[in-house]
């Protein structure tokens, strides 16, 4: 309460005691508007945004309690009237105030949750972005990786056809070569046999007639150097079984060492002697003896 309206209540008080002292005076509507007076000062959101109000208020409380002291009843009743109306009016301006405070909160509140919601909900967006980029990105990179390895793939089965192609070549070429060296196929593998008239009889000193024949299968044999041959010797049975075995491993010296000669490596040669143990008919005949003297060249079946 301002110094003004206590000083006034004051007067009010003293000029009441004053006329009559022995029986106090008392008008309930005006002690009931001083009383919602004083609350709705106490109250700083009213005191606040209820200034006009009250500043009315306050002067219809001084015009009451001026009538008051004048004993006049009636202005009493209606300036306490005036003032309750007039605090009332402006308590109801805070709460009003106070309302539109929490609407304006409520607004600001919601206003920034959707902010929050909005960027979350960006980040979530770049995020997804992001990871679609990453994935599209993998799905390239796995995209790549699968056409290289279809072109490795391409390229191996390129070189697998060419290589498979190269080896039916040399397979060809090989047949070729070994039909016109009139080999033989057997179990032991392809068979070339020199004829006995390479050798005079009972020599293992090759004829020159045998040159053209050695220089075909160390030809032959430089064309295919992963081919290697075994070179055997064969006698007939006339004569010792001892000088038969001596003459047979002899003659398969003599082919291996005029192969060696011509350039094929030694290593690829190997070369004994079976005497008269292994005939390829009967010796009972001239021509029979003539085809068991023989030395022959194994080319053995690859695995």
């Known amino acids: 309460m301002n110094t003004t309206l206590k000083g006034a209540l004051a007067v009010s008080a003293a000029a009441i005691l004053g006329a009559c002292a022995s029986t106090p005076k008392y008008n309930a509507s005006l002690s009931d ?48 009237y005036l003032a309750k109306r007039r605090t009332e009016a402006a308590t109801e301006a805070a709460r009003i105030a106070a309302s539109n405070q929490a609407v304006t909160s409520a607004q600001t509140e919601r206003q920034r949750i959707l902010l929050s919601a909005r960027t979350k909900e960006a980040q979530a967006q770049r995020e997804r ?9 993998a799905a390239r990179e796995q995209a790549q990786s699968a056409q290289e390895r279809a072109a490795r793939q391409e390229t191996q089965a390129k070189q697998a056809r060419e290589a498979a192609q190269a080896a039916q070549e040399q397979a060809k070429k090989l047949s070729s070569e070994l039909e016109a060296l009139q080999a033989k196929k057997t179990d032991r593998g392809m068979v070339l046999t020199l004829e006995d008239v390479l050798f005079d009889t009972g020599s293992a000193v090759l004829k020159p007639g045998a040159d053209r024949m050695l220089d075909r299968i160390s030809a032959f044999l430089k064309d295919h150097p992963e081919r290697t041959i075994q070179v055997e010797g064969h006698t007939d049975s006339v004569g010792s079984a001892e000088y038969n075995q001596s003459l047979s491993e002899r003659r398969a010296f003599a082919v291996k060492d005029a192969l060696v000669a011509r350039g094929v490596d030694p290593g690829r040669i190997s070369a004994r002697g079976f005497g008269e143990d292994m005939p390829e008919v009967g010796n009972d005949t001239a021509a029979g003896r003539q085809q068991n003297r023989r030395v022959e060249i194994v080319l053995p079946d690859r695995a």
């Open 33 to 80: 508007a001083h009383a919602v007076y004083e609350r709705a000062t106490a109250n700083p959101q009213v005191a606040r945004s209820g200034a006009f109000d009250l500043q009315k208020a306050r002067a219809a409380l001084e015009r009451a309690d001026a009538a008051f002291a004048k004993d006049e009843t009636e202005a009493v009743e209606h300036y306490a």
């Open 129 to 137: 972005a992001q990871e679609s980029l990453q994935q599209a990105q």
